[in-house]
């Protein structure tokens, strides 16, 4: 009896675990879309990154788009030097600001 108690609760632990680290995944990979709703838009390339934390795209017509960085991209800076490194197909989420200026907010 002591044994079923404890794989009940050890049970419900892991449920419970699951589940709040299902949630938490979920939220950061829409969270910015919620939080910026139709404001987004999206753009790929390949990336040069900056000294100053910001990035410039160069998209598959050869067009240059230079992106400052938010917070949220900023924590993904290691990841963005290793598709700088290998070149590799890089797609960028982003809002214009009330300047024109082209904010990324995610990068993958």
């Known amino acids: ?39 987004m838009e999206h753009s790929a390339g390949t990336i040069t990154l900056d000294a100053d934390h910001s990035f410039t795209l160069t998209t598959a017509n050869h067009e240059h788009e230079h992106f400052q960085c938010s917070k949220r991209c900023l924590v993904e800076w290691s990841h963005m030097q290793r598709h700088q490194n290998e070149k590799a197909h890089t797609d960028v989420y982003y809002i214009r600001d009330v300047n024109n200026v082209l904010v990324a907010l995610d990068v993958d």
């Open 1 to 39: 009896m002591v044994y079923s108690r404890m794989t009940a609760a050890i049970t419900v632990f892991l449920l419970i675990a699951v589940v709040t680290l299902a949630c938490i995944g979920m939220m950061q990979g829409v969270g910015t879309v919620l939080e910026h709703e139709g404001n």
